[in-house]
């Protein structure tokens, strides 16, 4: 990820006259050491905003997030059942499906429905659901019959992640590179769109180059950018980090 920073930030020399600091944002503590990803930004905020546009289109209240984990609006946020599809850290906020986690998941009250295929079948069986019973999908992709708010809600989230990382830096104006994650976009473009916003306020002489890192067997946003359009990864999707195993981009990133 990009600017993941340690304690201690390594500096090393790349010549005799220059120096450079790398900077590494860890994500790997955030809410402990129960799910330790930025995941944890994305899907909670997107049930927020679920959870209070119902409450406001009953009642007219914004309701704040203190609120709704009270009993205030308890009769109408009770009647709210969300669904996701994932193989990564993201349903895990809400109901992760992934092997050896389901039972932590059942004690939650939460109902584990598996599905054999690749993750995109799984979205397409947890959307399906979702629309023939009236629940609410929960999701950082979008297509072209699911392009609601709520993939935006997810990116706008993982824009805290930016936000902490440039707390940490010293200087901005000296950043040269951003390093981020692939998938299907949507935590690449919250980093890219942090960036710029925050920037864009101060602007440096020179915006750094951002770089976008995928496996070589979901490369979906590779493909994509060469053919200048929206385009599946053809390769195997194997790979160790399962989270970017991802067939094809969200065109909402």
Known sequence: ????RHSNASRFSIQAQTEAAVFVKDESKRSGADLCSFKDLGAPYAVYK????????????????AELRTPKYR??????????ATDGNQGR???HVSEGRADRIKELGAVVIRVDGEYEASVSRAKEDARMNGWFFVSSTSWSD???????HVMSAYIVVVEEALDLIPVLDRITHVIVCGGVGSITAAIFQGFYTRLDDTPPSEMPRFIV????????LLQSAKAGEVRKSE???RTFMAGLACRAPSPAA
Do not use: H, W
């Open 1 to 4: 990820m990009a600017f993941l």
């Open 50 to 65: 679920i959870l209070a546009d119902e409450v406001y289109t009953k009642t007219g209240a914004q309701p704040s997030s």
């Open 75 to 84: 009769d109408i946020t009770q009647r709210v059942t969300v669904c996701v």
């Open 93 to 95: 906020e809400l109901a």
């Open 146 to 152: 699911f392009d609601n708010d709520i993939p935006q």
């Open 213 to 220: 890192v995928e496996p070589s067997e979901a490369d979906c």
């Open 235 to 237: 390769g195997s999707l």
